[in-house]
């Protein structure tokens, strides 16, 4: 990772295939601490500070209590407030000269502050929902530049907004030479259109039979994962009546379709259902109907009956990482546990859901990558079959693990085209007539709206305007101040700074 200031870093995964590349992560936070500093780890959830947190009282450091002291303060949501406090004390005084924590953990106060690390900063949960909407990532950009802190921002797949700091000239770069990439990572398919359109009705199925395979073949040699979309279901064949699995009639196989009006055929003995009807409810229309996940486990259970479901997602409970050892983990994004030695294989459905707007293809395979990295190594076995019609971008990078340069290419695919990251986006909230009280604000004698470096994005119920950096400061102030106005005479108003953006693509 060299010595640069700050550094946008590509993390491959590590032997241990962990939740968190914790060797990587943790050398440069030791060394800050070692010296005369103090070195702040944000991470974004639980899982990822278990993780950090147990390597560190591995190598000897304790985590701080108020009672015995120790090495390392936790900040963490789900603590109680005197914890947290006690910790945050710690950190504040330089007790405890490593802090570790979620979102909040940007702001933590240290002495000396020598290093701010940031893992996954694309992470959703890093997006602060309580106004002024901070973004970790942005604090702690700040924080490098007032404190003269170093700052690392990593994970498996740079964010956009990562990638348009390097783009910027603000940050460097680090990434694996591509031997070492290589020889880290699984081998990664993806399963697009035309190859599933090959291989027949089967090929049509949430599953794919080639998928499938891998599931199996992968079975043999330790843990798999089946990962949904980040929604938590699947779109499948199904009764249109009750929602049931649709099953072939002669051999309980599961029914694919080569397109809408054509019969339900087959996967497993090809024979085409023609006079097709529920075994539940006798309905006799098939429909490509949403499937949640308890539901997927359900139908995977009864595709390989003799093998162990483990299912994973908000809703059911999250495992923790290390709690499965074989058998079929299905889950979604954010809750995949990493198994100890990584996975066999893993088959992620439905990748190309929820795709379709404008700069979401570098945050869904920031997730996809999040996934593989949890499997072995190419030489060691390891396979992911990604299903779903992602743009030719978003696949040649996962085949080829180049996620930097997936992101590199759309922070500079937007900066040719004026969106966010470089230009912020200033989101106004209020009655229609405070909506145009705003849009006729004057900025330098010009009505906000008329001015070139200002444009509307069309959007219901709000103003929402794309500012560029140079004006984007004073067209907030200006807005800020109707916000105080408005709030004074009781009328409802909300400003909002670089919150998400999503344009229809
Ligand atoms: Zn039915
Ligand atoms: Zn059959």
New binding site residues.
Partial sequence: MGGDARLVWEAIPDSDRSSLPLDAVLAPVLDAAEGDGSAILIVPDARAIAAAVARLEKDGLARWTTRSGGEVAVIHTEDGPTARYENYLAGLTGSARIVVGTRPTAFQPVPRPALISMWADGNSAYHDPHAPYPHARVVAAIRAETEGTRLLLGGWAPSLEAAALVEHGWAAWGVADRASVREAVPAVDVLTGPRREEEGPGGWHWMPGTAWRVVRDGLDRGPVFVLVPRAGYVTALACARCGGWSV??????P?GREGEGCPPT??????E?LDWHCPDCHGRRLAEVRQGIEKVAGELKRMAPSTRIHVSSADSGILDDGEVADGIVVATPGALPAVSGGYAAGVIVGADSGLGRVGTEVDSARLWFGAAALVRSRKAGGRVIVVGDLEPAARRALETWTPGDLARGAARERANLGLPPFRRVIQFEGPPSLLDEARGKEIGGTPLIRRPDVDEVPSDGALVLLAGRGVAQEVVVALRGLVKEASATGVKARLRVDGPFEIEG
């Avoid at 072939?248 to 196989?253: E, M, T």
């Avoid at 087959?266 to 024979?271: A, E």
């Fill in positions: 072939c009639l002669n051999c309980d196989g029914l087959c996967r497993d003995c090809g024979k259902n």
